[in-house]
């Protein structure tokens, strides 16, 4: 597809952080083995949720510090939902979970046909109160966009009303097809990648980001 100006698209948003570039970096390279790819795949949802999760709703508690009784803001926790599309969603799962304990998670199993890489839908658990959340869907690969707009159209269908979507490397196709169909909805990239092959992978990206987390590449 070539170069995007991904400026022209408001609601996405490349974090451009060094240490998120190295670790995906490190994640590009064939040699990372599997349990040192799971642990760089959580280590930059870490960082790249610390970025997104900067307007996360607070409320105010009270509390006694050893000087005083102060009232002061904490995360509302309860508020916050992550929804990994299945599988490799769960490699950034820890790590959201890491960042905000007690947040809810709710779970969406999208595959994509190996023919029309469309996404086929195998599974889907959310949260009863979807609607009252803000909603994270979490995962690493956006390619054609199909899987990230099919998940953002299941959560719409369930009552979600306040999405936004995380991943770590994109294609600029998929840039191209989740901000036309959803410019409300903020996503964050991590890398910014060339383009698609012939059959869909991102290049030079990472490869079958699912396989290289569950080790089913060997
Ligand atoms: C990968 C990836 C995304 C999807 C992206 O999942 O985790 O969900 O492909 O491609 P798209 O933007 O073209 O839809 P995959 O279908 O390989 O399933 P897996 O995670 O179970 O391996
Ligand atoms: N899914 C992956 O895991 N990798 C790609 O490059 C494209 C889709």
């Given amino acids: 597809m070539g170069e995007i100006d991904i400026t022209k ?39 790249e949720g610390y970025e997104a999760l900067r307007n996360l709703p607070m409320y105010n508690v009270e509390i006694e510090t050893p000087i005083e009784k102060t009232v002061q803001p904490v995360v509302n926790r309860k508020r916050l939902c992550f929804v990994p599309i299945l599988r490799a969603g769960l490699g950034m799962a820890d790590g959201m979970a890491e ?37 994270y869907v979490i995962d690493p690969m956006l390619a054609t966009g199909g ?19 995380i991943c770590i ?16 909805i903020p996503l964050y990239i991590g890398a910014l990648d060339r383009g698609l092959n012939d059959r869909a992978y991102i290049c030079p990206g990472l490869g079958d980001c699912g396989d290289r987390v569950f080790g089913t590449n060997k």
């Fill in 99 to 135: 960042l905000v304990p007690g947040a809810s998670f709710g779970h969406i199993g999208l595959y994509r046909d190996e023919v029309t890489h469309l996404p086929i839908e195998y599974y889907c658990k959310l949260p009863g109160n979807i609607d009252e959340k803000e909603v």
């Fill in 169 to 184: 490397i994109a294609a600029p196709e998929g840039v191209k097809a989740f901000c036309e169909k959803y410019p409300e």
């Fill in 9 to 47: 698209y408001k609601n996405a948003i490349l974090l451009k952080h060094p240490l998120i570039t190295h670790k995906i970096t490190q994640l590009r390279d064939k040699q990372t083995k599997t349990n040192q790819f799971r642990l760089m795949v959580k280590e930059v949802a870490i960082l």
């Fill in 147 to 165: 899987s990230a707009i099919g998940a953002v159209e299941i959560l719409k269908k369930h009552g979600a009303r306040q999405i936004s979507f």
